[in-house]
């Protein structure tokens, strides 16, 4: 998915070492478990516009926004893009899936337990998967077409492996092993002394949410 979230070169450098690091692990994990082989609209993750913008101390505020959720938002201080750099703050977990060597078709998910509840259906790529999973669950899920990995889920969520196979060739089942990683969960941004507001947009839903630092007070709109 193609980022609109115009930030500077220190951004990109952090979003690429998220990413590096996730698939670094993710990658090291599936050297060890891999893939064993057995003979609808998408909901991004729910965040209440009064917690995209945290506490403003010694001219920091902090984001709470993953490093996930952030290519879906903006930020603004006084109403132009911020510019200035991006500082990890928290991390999170998420869980990981390698779907590769599974190869193309359309397939069915037997069973994968999420907090308990058993939830099955069919798709057709990695992305309808990670659509229909963040559908059916309270977290956001993505793929990642090149290395064939799917990834995200809510931290401290329980999740087994996944048992699925292709259609009309039910025979064959794929057991898919979780595995976990950790990334970015929010960050912090450095304000000029005069700054007066920063506001945080999300591309997707058009809301945004505005903190004004002379009143303290916080608008969504």
């Known amino acids: 998915m193609e980022t609109k979230f115009a930030i500077n070169r220190a951004y990109t450098f952090l979003k690429a070492m998220d990413i590096?690091?996730?698939?670094?692990?993710?990658?090291?994990?599936?050297?060890?478990?891999?893939?064993?082989?057995?003979?609808n609209n998408p909901i991004e993750e729910e965040v209440k516009p009064s917690a995209w913008i945290g506490e403003s101390i010694q001219g920091e505020v902090e984001i709470k926004l993953d490093a996930l959720q952030l290519k879906h938002f903006e930020i603004l201080v006084d109403g132009n893009v911020y510019q200035g750099e991006i500082i990890p703050n928290s991390q999170k977990e998420i869980h990981v899936y390698n779907l590769g060597g599974i190869g193309s078709g359309t397939f069915y998910v037997h069973a994968w337990e999420c907090n308990g509840l058993n939830i099955t259906g069919t798709f057709r790529s990695g992305n309808e998967l990670a659509e229909y999973l963040t559908e059916m669950t309270d977290s956001e899920w993505n793929f990642d077409v090149k290395r064939e990995i799917l990834?995200?889920?809510?931290?401290?969520?329980?999740?087994?492996?996944?048992?699925?196979?292709?259609?009309?060739?039910?025979?064959?089942?794929?057991?898919?092993?979780?595995?976990?990683?950790?990334?970015?969960?929010?960050i912090l941004i450095e304000l000029p002394s005069n700054a007066k507001s920063v506001t945080v947009r999300d591309f997707t839903s058009g809301i945004s949410q505005t903190k004004d630092f002379n009143s303290g007070a916080i608008t969504a709109k």
Do not use: C, P, W
């Open 151 to 186: 990834y995200g889920g809510a931290e401290g969520g329980s999740y087994s492996q996944m048992e699925l196979s292709k259609i009309n060739d039910t025979g064959n089942v794929y057991s898919i092993k979780s595995g976990m990683v950790h990334i970015t969960g929010s």
């Open 20 to 39: 590096r690091i996730l698939l670094i692990l993710t990658l090291s994990f599936f050297f060890f478990t891999g893939v064993s082989y057995a003979g």
